[in-house]
């Protein structure tokens, strides 16, 4: 029996238009190869910086490229948490959440619920702690739960934030992958793009060509490219190229709205095999992103669900720090005719376990 994965954060080979890129590579090199296949800057491409800074409204020296977003998250950590305050959303995505834990964060957590954040207690704990050293959130689309933050939810999360003197950094990575409903600012774009902004073309493009974008305060995105250099040498130009030509062609708009409405096909597969295999179960439903957050009946083990499941895989919610009842469930990862016999599998393994 094949495995159905709805695991992890990446694409299905089918949403990657990776002729397209093969060319857009091969122009790259063509082009600029002597460059892009040399050792450089630790801040990324210069053309995809200034491109990215043209299109974000900001000076490109603010640009950071990174090999990932998780490259450009962990440089932003390392030496600057530890045994510091930082705030972030709960549940929160698992790598970012070991990467805070091994630098000796101490973490303060907003809650995300389908009725909203629970701004008002964060309001309270951050009177009484020192100003945190850093926030990271994901209003759009969040990872893992697929929820967003009201546009009075994103004033009120970046004002108390910002009287605290505390660095914000909005991560965006979902929030083009619009299937329904209104688009709402980003918080970068609410503060007069003064806060710190990433997003990532893992799940616009392709994950494989590992490009991390965050734009940064001066001083930070200076410092940054510095201890880049120091890291790891050099960028994956080539990746940052090819990047670089599927936007200056313009194929970036068409394979988008191709993406999200082929996306949007596999929430909907995804929400109607929920409704026909886990009566008594909720789950969330995004207007976007790539996950579902599954909740299991209070006292179910979702981690020995996951176990016992026969030819599927998901994420277990304990793992991203959210209860231990919960599953995440990536539908861009999957075929479309593999989502309902997946969500059946995974269903067939709860039935047979222990009740509460």
């Not at 090199?29 to 974000?56: F, H, K, N, V």
């Not at 708009?253 to 009566?279: I, V, W, Y």
Request: with cysteine; charged share 20%.
């Amino acid at each position: 029996m094949e495995v159905i994965s709805f695991a992890g954060d990446g694409l299905a080979p089918d949403l990657i238009p990776s002729e397209e890129l093969a060319d857009c590579a091969g122009t790259a090199l063509e082009a600029d190869g002597g460059r892009i296949l040399s050792y450089g800057t630790g801040a990324g491409y210069t053309p995809l910086r200034e491109l990215l800074g043209e299109q974000l409204g900001v000076h490109p020296q603010r640009v950071l490229l990174t090999n990932g977003w998780l490259q450009g998250f962990a440089l932003i950590v390392e030496g600057r948490v530890s045994a510091q305050k930082v705030v972030v959303d709960y549940p929160t995505y698992d790598r970012a959440l070991r990467l805070l834990y091994s630098s000796a964060a101490e973490l303060v957590f907003l809650d995300l619920h389908e009725e909203g954040p629970t701004l008002d207690l964060l309001k309270d704990t951050l009177r009484s702690i020192p100003a945190p050293a850093l926030a990271l959130t994901t209003p759009t689309f969040h990872n893992p739960t697929g929820l967003s933050l009201s546009l009075e939810e994103r004033n009120r999360l970046g004002t108390m934030l910002l009287q605290r003197g505390t660095l914000i950094l909005e991560d965006d990575s979902y929030g083009l992958l619009r299937y329904e409903g209104e688009p709402l600012p980003t918080m970068f774009e609410l503060s007069e793009r003064t806060i710190a902004y990433s997003t990532s073309f893992s799940h616009t493009i392709a994950p494989g060509l590992r490009v991390g974008v965050f734009v940064l305060p001066d001083e930070l995105a200076a410092e940054l490219a510095a201890k880049a250099n120091s890291t790891y040498i050099t960028p994956v130009l080539l990746g940052q190229a090819t990047v670089f030509e599927f936007l200056q062609r313009g194929s970036f708009e068409p394979n988008l709205e191709r993406l999200t409405s082929e996306l949007g096909k596999r929430r909907d597969a995804m929400l109607a095999a929920l409704e026909q295999h886990f009566a008594g179960s909720s789950w969330s439903r995004p207007e976007g992103g790539i996950f579902v957050l599954l909740r299991l009946p209070p006292g179910t083990n979702a981690k020995q669900v996951i176990e016992r499941a026969e030819g599927v895989t998901a994420d277990a919610g304990a793992d991203l720090s959210a209860l231990p009842n919960a599953i995440r469930l990536n539908f861009a990862g999957v075929a479309l005719e593999e989502i309902e016999p997946g969500i059946e599998r995974l269903a067939a393994a709860f039935e047979l376990a222990p009740g509460p």
